[in-house]
């Protein structure tokens, strides 16, 4: 199974801050990345598609980039509701694999 | 615009069976992938397995071995989760998503259901 890490596990940023963070593939997996914003006690909701692509109704402070190994979702200006988890999964091959999560906490 | 609605709250005995529900609203499930996600408490995402209707493919990992089913009811658009042999570690909230794809074999998960809770206890 491809493997998925996330860096930080964990952060704290101020509203207006720029924040990224990072996810990697333990192998190429071009641009068959998602990712996804998890409130507490709600579901998963799919933020970008294929490393780039904003889902309907994101805002736009949202970003992805990346491909290969190394991605990158980025919040160009950090909201008060953006605190939540937020997860990377691969879809290169089965099974798709999540990364372990980053929790953004907002001061 | 599809929405997923899933069965309520489960409560089972260990070695037991449970089945979870996933049914479309709004929208058919056709010419679609329904993809099953599970989360252990405080824990992150599992994917479980997926199953397409239409062509009645179901995909799942290895570690689930013969526990594990995906069955799907076309004519009342309802995809069901069945676990059997259940210890504690099945705990968990089940997710059901739909999967959308563009040119490749396997995509994205939008939208989800609510979750159910499955809570295996003595």
């Known amino acids: 199974d491809i493997q998925m890490t996330q860096s930080p596990s964990s952060l704290s940023a101020s509203v207006g801050d720029r924040v990224t963070i990072t996810c990697q593939a333990s192998q190429d997996i071009s641009s068959h990345l998602n990712w996804y914003q998890q409130r507490p006690g709600k579901a998963p909701n799919l933020l970008i598609y294929?490393?780039?692509n904003m889902n309907a109704g994101v805002p736009s402070t949202f970003s992805g980039s990346g491909s290969g190994t190394k991605f990158t979702l980025t919040i160009s200006s950090l909201q008060a509701e953006d605190a939540a988890t937020y997860y990377c999964q691969q879809f290169h091959e089965l099974p798709p694999t999540f990364g372990p999560g980053t929790k953004l906490e907002v001061k | 615009q599809v929405q997923l609605v899933q069965s309520g709250a489960e409560v089972k005995k260990p070695g037991s069976s449970v089945r979870v529900s996933c049914k479309a609203s709004g929208g058919s499930l056709r010419d679609y992938t329904i993809t099953w996600v599970r989360q252990a408490p405080g824990q992150g995402l599992e994917w479980v397995g997926r199953i397409t209707p239409r062509l009645g493919i179901e995909n799942h990992a290895l570690k689930w071995k013969d526990r594990l089913k995906l069955r799907a009811d076309k004519s009342t658009r309802t995809v069901y989760l069945d676990l059997s042999s259940l210890t504690s570690d099945d705990s968990a909230v089940y997710y059901c998503?739909?999967?959308?794809?563009?040119?490749?074999?396997?995509?994205?998960?939008?939208?989800w259901g609510q979750g159910t809770q499955v809570t295996v206890s003595s």
């Open positions: 998503a739909r999967e959308n794809r563009e040119t490749y074999h396997i995509g994205w998960l939008d939208p």
């Open positions: 294929t490393a780039s």
